[in-house]
C-alpha cells in the first residue's frame, strides 16, 4: 500500500496494460496552468507537486470516465492531500467530470463504510 503510485512513469516501467502512452505527457509537462475547479475551502495549490503532470499523464486512461474522489480527513492511508491531487491530476488529464468530496469523521480509512 506504501507503494501505490499511479505515475505515468511508474506504471511504464511496471508495464502495467492497459496503458495507453498518452499522446499529450509533454503538453502536460509544459502547461502553464491546469484545470482544477476546488472548493472555496479547499483551494488549488500554490506549488503544485513536481510529479503531478506524471500523475496526470499516468491517468489519461481516466479522461473520459466520471471520477468521485472522496478524502477522508483522519485518513491517513490515502490523506486528504494525496485525494486533493488525484481530483488535481484527473483535471490536468482532460477529465472534466471529477467530482471531489471530503468525509469528516473519526473512523479514518473505514468511514467510507
Same mark, same amino acid.
Given at each position: 500500500?506504501?507503494?501505490?503510485?499511479?505515475?505515468?512513469?511508474?506504471?511504464?516501467?511496471? +508495464?502495467?496494460?492497459?496503458?495507453?502512452?498518452?499522446?499529450?505527457?509533454?503538453?502536460? #509537462?509544459?502547461?502553464?496552468?491546469?484545470?482544477?475547479?476546488?472548493?472555496?475551502?479547499?483551494?488549488?495549490?500554490? +506549488?503544485?507537486?513536481?510529479?503531478?503532470?506524471?500523475?496526470?499523464?499516468?491517468?489519461?486512461?481516466?479522461?473520459?470516465?466520471?471520477?468521485?474522489?472522496?478524502? &477522508?480527513?483522519?485518513?491517513?492511508?490515502?490523506?486528504? #492531500?494525496?485525494? /486533493?491531487?488525484?481530483?488535481?491530476?484527473? /483535471?490536468?488529464?482532460? +477529465?472534466? +467530470?471529477?467530482?471531489?468530496? #471530503?468525509?469528516?469523521? &473519526?473512523?479514518?480509512?473505514?468511514?467510507?463504510?
Amino acid at each position: 500500500m506504501d507503494l501505490f503510485d499511479l505515475t505515468y512513469s511508474t506504471l511504464k516501467a511496471l +508495464n502495467i496494460k492497459p496503458l495507453s502512452p498518452p499522446s499529450t505527457f509533454s503538453q502536460l #509537462e509544459s502547461r502553464e496552468q491546469h484545470k482544477t475547479s476546488h472548493s472555496k475551502s479547499h483551494p488549488p495549490p500554490v +506549488n503544485p507537486a513536481p510529479h503531478l503532470s506524471d500523475l496526470a499523464a499516468g491517468m489519461t486512461p481516466l479522461a473520459d470516465i466520471p471520477t468521485l474522489v472522496l478524502g &477522508v480527513q483522519s485518513d491517513i492511508l490515502f490523506t486528504v #492531500e494525496q485525494q /486533493r491531487e488525484v481530483a488535481d491530476a484527473l /483535471r490536468m488529464a482532460g +477529465n472534466g +467530470n471529477v467530482s471531489y468530496y #471530503e468525509l469528516g469523521g &473519526v473512523w479514518g480509512h473505514d468511514t467510507f463504510l
